[in-house]
């Protein structure tokens, strides 16, 4: 089966083709290497390498600067997926698109499903919302919401960077009033491959670790497995003054993988292993950095 991953070189997307790659035929297109804001090259590219299954882990993920290059971000996050879309439809190929928790506006009091009406606040938001929609122009086709990956090839996470904090002795500021349900790399990339190999119900899916947490409470699991100090410092949203509105509570609940006896392992369960296969155990005797 040949298998097309836009966003070859990202965090997701080197995880995608790594692991698809053991079964199928991929093909990995990188942001250098195919613009996603040309439609006509997306529909070469399909025509040439005739995949079975378009896997997108392309996005215009920076938040903020969504604000300001509002066009970039409509182009990448919503109307390539149009693109793509289409040319899985025209090809009866399977899409498979990530989207995100920042859909919803966080007022929720218990994790969002697949059904509660989501509400963006904020360019990029609306920006996934609209590649959400568009995504369901190609008859098969998964929408998986993710959120706070960590994991993968690339060590730029929020989460990395608790981890690099609190490996070095350094403080660690956290957020104590966002929640949210952290996604490993590795449990997503696993789940879109069962989706497909199942030919489960096409539609929307969430797909991020079972149960949720505050920021400053992963921060304190991840100084537990590590064994370090917990050297966090309590942020509150109202704090930060961010160009771009975030959703303050943002837990998922993983309703119709569950429905499906696809469980996503626990997000305590996948820092550990990230902890122990991925990321570097602390130094001996590490001291604060005060540089």
């Known amino acids: 089966m040949n ?12 995880a995608i083709v790594r692991l698809f ?14 613009d996603l804001t040309d439609s006509g090259a997306i ?8 995949p079975a299954v378009i896997i997108n882990c392309a996005a215009y993920n920076d938040v903020d600067a969504a604000q300001v290059h509002q066009v970039e971000a409509m182009a990448v996050n919503a109307l390539a997926v149009r693109a793509l879309a289409r040319a899985a439809s025209e090809t009866n190929a399977t899409l498979v698109h990530y989207s995100t ?12 499903r697949e059904d509660d009406q989501p509400n963006p606040r904020s360019v990029y938001a609306i920006s ?15 929408v998986l919401r993710v959120e706070s990956l960590f994991g993968g090839h690339h060590r730029r996470s929020s989460v990395d960077k608790i981890i690099d904090a609190l490996v070095a002795g350094r403080e660690a500021p956290v957020f104590v009033d966002r929640t949210t349900s952290p996604s490993y790399v590795e449990d997503v990339t696993r789940t879109t491959r069962e989706l497909v190999a199942r030919r489960a119900a096409p539609g929307l899916y969430h797909c991020v ?14 100084a537990r497995l590590l064994g370090v100090p917990a050297r966090l410092v309590p942020v509150r949203m109202a704090d930060v003054a961010f160009p771009a509105e975030r ?4 837990a998922l609940e993983n309703a119709k993988l569950n429905a499906l006896g696809l469980r996503v392992p626990s997000w305590q369960d996948a820092l550990a292993r990230y902890l122990r296969d991925g990321a570097p155990a602390p130094a001996p005797h590490s001291s604060p950095d005060r540089a």
């Open 3 to 14: 298998v097309l991953v836009t966003g070859a070189a990202g965090q997701l997307g080197t």
């Open 21 to 34: 790659s053991r079964d199928h035929e991929v093909v990995g297109a990188t942001r250098r290497e195919l």
């Open 43 to 50: 529909r070469r590219l399909v025509d040439r390498v005739r």
């Open 101 to 112: 928790d920042f859909v919803f506006d966080g007022t929720a009091t218990r994790p969002y």
């Open 128 to 142: 996934k919302r609209m590649g959400e929609r568009f995504a369901e122009d190609a008859p098969r086709h998964y």
């Open 209 to 222: 670790g079972e149960g949720f947490c505050t920021w400053h409470e992963l921060g304190a699991e991840i």
């Open 247 to 250: 959703p303050r509570y943002c």
